[in-house]
């Protein structure tokens, strides 16, 4: 069946960085757009990069340009988040998405605080 499992969150001080890395499974990983999001408790889950499926083109929310960079490595079915420079605002569960035409799928999510 279609997995696609988070890794990498965790507690950080600001400024620090982490790295998320997103492992997918059951279904051919290399036709899929993949996507980060992130939702905060009680706000509506919002997009924060995307990267094409030949890993060609990326866009990034205007809140981590510059700070984030998403990367995928087709060999390994894995989509990464390096995550830069990481402010408190970026405090959210992290979602890994898989799209293709109509077809989705998310991840369970990973949790990332950022806190002194």
């Known amino acids: 069946q279609v997995q696609l499992v988070e890794s990498g969150g965790g507690l950080v001080q600001p400024g620090g960085s982490l790295r998320l890395s997103c492992a997918a499974s059951g279904f051919t990983f290399s036709n899929y757009a993949m996507s980060w999001y992130r939702q905060v408790l009680g706000k509506e889950r919002e997009l924060v990069a995307a990267i094409t499926s030949a890993g060609t083109s990326t866009n990034y929310a205007d809140s981590v340009k510059g700070r984030f960079t998403i990367s995928r490595d087709n060999a390994k079915n894995t989509v990464y988040l390096q995550m830069n420079s990481l402010k408190p605002e970026d405090t959210a569960v992290y979602y890994c998405?898989?799209?293709?035409?109509?077809?989705?799928?998310w991840g369970q999510g990973t949790q990332v605080t950022v806190s002194s």
């Open positions: 998405n898989a799209r293709r035409f109509v077809a989705t799928y």
